[in-house]
């Protein structure tokens, strides 16, 4: 606020002016960790879908082999590149370069992923397909692309009343060199990084600046940004974790273990503060931002965390960023000769069977993951949380006392490492009751598979904007309706001769249910006018038919057949 006073009974005026030469090199050639990177960055794409899209472009002939570490290009890329930018940019554009790996544990099998024939700047194909070969043709050929030359700028304006100055930066591009092709995408983070393209006024020493306003803001540290599927891609690289043809699955393991889940925070609101100094008055303002908002960032949950806590308080070595490295060159050697496979394992196993073993023995009191949060204001119990068979719950009471004890399950949104006692107990008030609709008595509760509305026999899932604790009777009334016509409009045909037999619309077309089997329906058949009858002979026809041989039964017979033998298929 001082230094705002100041201000606005100052004169400014630009005390020094530094002006210096710069440039801007092009990247390497894509390996698979910068191939996933800047797709999720420039494209969006997932690292898992990147990798498919990159094996059908492979398949199809249109680039190289997607599964490498390596940035060297070959030769004949580097000469028919030459070609395409001499000839369509001309000769000033041209500065053919090799690149060398730098990545830890690199193994340089492949050449970078390029386009097969760089004379080709586009292919045919999907609109995925299309888009990630146009980001590997831009690369590849940026690559061999002159430097960008640019010229930064930095200016020093004196405060005539004050001993602090105000300091402006800028560049201007002199040569777009390789931009010319790589700046296209607006994403561009070689680009924004640098601020390429911030450009300031004609300035000159001495020259006096008008003020036309003066802000002062409120700032707060961040927190450490989470892991996106491509930021983990480039830890991973930059740790030895890996190999390009491991990234991608790994990173889809953890999640389909639900180890860690793409987060969907909304984040929370916070005030702050802003000063505006303009036409001589000041203003003092609350402003409010959102932060702490993560969408599609990688978040551990709760079964993640327990299980990363065992695994390093009983193997650390083995939960060690170096390992991987350390048992990839391991690999390296027995591969090359200079180590023998059977010490290599036996050295492994002395040190890993007994941490085994004494895990398996420790015996503690207190359960893996398990958080006492206190007792039972009521009844004295222990209150806690662990994880169970089916994800997190809160626990009343232990497993030796001659009461047994109550589980309740956590909520979306909650977790066991910062749940409360007030908000645990709160999960034993379920289910709750919301009233009477048609005479019945509708609930909500949670179940294995998420929080339910029951009414009548009949249960409707509660979707994800809706909080059993929270939620209403009209609303859960809606719900239920919604629900009605959904399979209403499921429902194609019913029989008053047999209650169980209906012809319903399916995903993949209608059918007949009965006795919960499903039942195909001739193509061309119209379900709507299938009679009883016409329902039992197709079912009679079903339940008639020889079964189907499944690839297991004919590779038992095939085996048979040879008397015994398996035949394995060399891949």
């Avoid at 090199?25 to 800047?38: D, G, R």
């Amino acid at each position: 606020m001082d230094f705002v006073k100041e201000c606005a009974k100052s004169e400014f005026k630009i005390e020094d002016i530094v002006t210096r030469p710069g440039k801007k090199s092009p990247a390497a050639p894509f390996t698979t960790s910068t191939l996933q990177q800047e797709a999720a960055r420039k494209l969006g794409y997932g690292v898992a879908q990147t990798m498919r899209i990159a094996q059908s472009l492979y398949e199809s002939g249109f680039i190289t082999y997607m599964r490498t570490d390596s940035v060297n290009l070959s030769s004949l890329a580097i000469g028919t590149a030459k070609s395409e930018i001499v000839n369509n940019m001309g000769e000033e554009y041209l500065h053919t370069r090799q690149f060398s790996t730098k990545s830890k544990g690199a193994q340089e099998a492949h050449e970078a992923i390029r386009p097969t024939y760089i004379s080709n700047h586009s292919i045919e194909g999907s609109a995925q397909e299309k888009r990630l070969y146009e980001l590997i043709w831009k690369r590849t050929i940026a690559s061999q692309m002159a430097d960008a030359q640019l010229e930064k700028t930095t200016a020093t304006i004196s405060v005539s009343e004050s001993d602090n100055k105000f300091i402006a930066t800028g560049e201007v591009i002199k040569f777009d060199g390789f931009l010319k092709v790589y700046i296209e995408s607006s994403d561009d983070d070689d680009v924004k990084d640098d601020d390429t393209g911030k450009m300031l006024p004609p300035l000159t020493v001495g020259q006096e600046l008008p003020m036309k306003e003066v802000l002062a803001t409120e700032r707060f540290s961040q927190r450490p940004a989470r892991y996106s599927e491509a930021s983990l891609v480039r830890k991973m690289e930059e740790l030895g974790i890996g190999r390009p043809s491991t990234y991608a699955p790994t990173i889809s393991t953890i999640q389909n273990r639900e180890y860690v889940e793409k987060s969907d925070l909304e984040g929370n609101e916070r005030k702050y503060n802003v000063i505006t100094l303009e036409n001589g008055e000041i203003r003092d303002e609350i402003k409010t931002e959102i932060t702490g908002a993560d969408k599609g960032k990688l978040i551990p949950t709760d079964i993640g965390i327990v299980v990363n806590e065992f695994l390093t308080e009983n193997f650390p070595d083995i939960l060690n960023y170096n390992f991987t490295a350390k048992v990839e060159q391991e690999f390296d050697n027995i591969a090359e000769g200079k180590e023998e496979w059977t010490k290599a394992l036996d050295d492994f196993y002395k040190v890993f069977h007994p941490s085994v073993t004494e895990a398996i023995e420790a015996k503690s009191d207190k359960k893996v993951g398990e958080r006492i949060l206190g007792v039972h204001p009521e009844n004295g119990r222990q209150v806690s949380v662990k994880i169970s068979r089916f994800g997190p719950v809160v626990q009343i009471g232990k497993t030796d006392e001659e009461e047994k004890p109550v589980f309740a399950s956590l909520l979306k949104g909650q977790s066991i490492t910062n749940i409360t006692l007030e908000e645990a107990l709160k999960l034993f008030e379920l289910p709750r009751e919301l009233g009477e609709y048609e005479d019945k008595v509708v609930k909500v509760a949670i179940g294995r598979f998420g929080p339910y509305i029951s009414h009548n026999s009949k249960f409707v899932s509660l979707p994800k904007e809706y909080q059993p604790m929270t939620i209403n009777l009209e609303e859960a009334i809606a719900l239920i309706e919604a629900k009605r016509k959904q399979e209403a409009e499921r429902l194609i045909k019913t029989f008053e001769e047999e209650e169980g037999l209906q012809i319903l619309n399916g995903r993949f077309g209608p059918y007949i249910s009965y006795n919960k089997s499903n039942y195909k329906i001739p193509k061309g058949t119209d379900p709507h006018s299938l009679s009883y009858e016409d329902c039992k002979k197709l079912i009679e026809a079903a339940a008639d038919a020889p079964k189907g041989r499944g690839k297991k039964t004919v590779a038992k017979k095939a085996e048979k057949e040879r008397g015994g033998r398996r035949v394995r298929r060399k891949e």
